[in-house]
């Protein structure tokens, strides 16, 4: 029986060693030499200050922003230590009274918007840090953004087709822009 336990002991002291040590610092040496940007969080950085990452959604509240979904990750949303959804279900009335007030505030910050107020702009994501919106979504808030800039809506609209990543792998998922790096490139063009 002692020789089973140490067989036992000796297997468990590999496994953990293999598992718990070599196999993760292996994997992070590998991602760290090829592709460095993206281990590291796929960080953004202007004049070398780190502004986001481009995996993280950010509020953007300002008029001259496109705005992202809203989020319920931490108590004022977008805390990517606390990624998580609201776990509110349809028939809760804080979730229905948010998407409300949600709502009233996207059409009065967007008198000349046509058509309806995208869901995805009232409604979290399940991460809460979402950072991408559909291309609809932010063409919905184009008359806003080129109020706000002074800029004509066709070179807003032509900034954020330009932008538009498809579908993964030619299949998966949807069309999306990345609103930080949108909001990003149209400081960029103003300076």
Do not use: C
Request: aromatic share 4%; no cysteine.
């Amino acid at each position: 029986m002692l020789k089973e336990l140490k067989i036992a002991a000796l297997m468990t002291v590999v496994t953990l060693v293999l598992t718990g040590l070599v196999y993760p610092l292996a994997v992070t040496g590998l991602s760290q030499v090829l592709f460095p940007q993206k281990a590291n969080g796929s960080l953004v950085t202007v004049d070398g200050r780190v502004v986001g990452s481009e995996l993280i959604g950010q509020s953007f509240r300002e008029a001259r922003y496109f705005q992202g979904r809203p989020s319920a990750a931490g108590p004022d949303g977008y805390d990517a230590s606390a990624s998580s959804g609201s776990n509110l279900g349809p028939t809760s009335q804080k979730l229905k009274d948010r998407v409300a007030a949600d709502h009233e505030r996207l059409r009065a910050e967007n008198p000349d918007a046509a058509g309806p107020v995208p869901d995805e702009l009232v409604t979290a994501s399940g991460s809460g840090l979402d950072p991408h919106l559909s291309p609809q979504a932010l063409l919905w808030q184009i008359p806003r953004l080129a109020a706000a800039r002074g800029v004509a809506a066709a070179d807003l609209r032509a900034l954020v087709e330009a932008r538009i990543a498809g579908r993964t792998f030619g299949f998966l998922g949807e069309p999306r822009v990345n609103v930080l790096l949108l909001n990003l490139e149209l400081d960029r063009r103003r300076e």
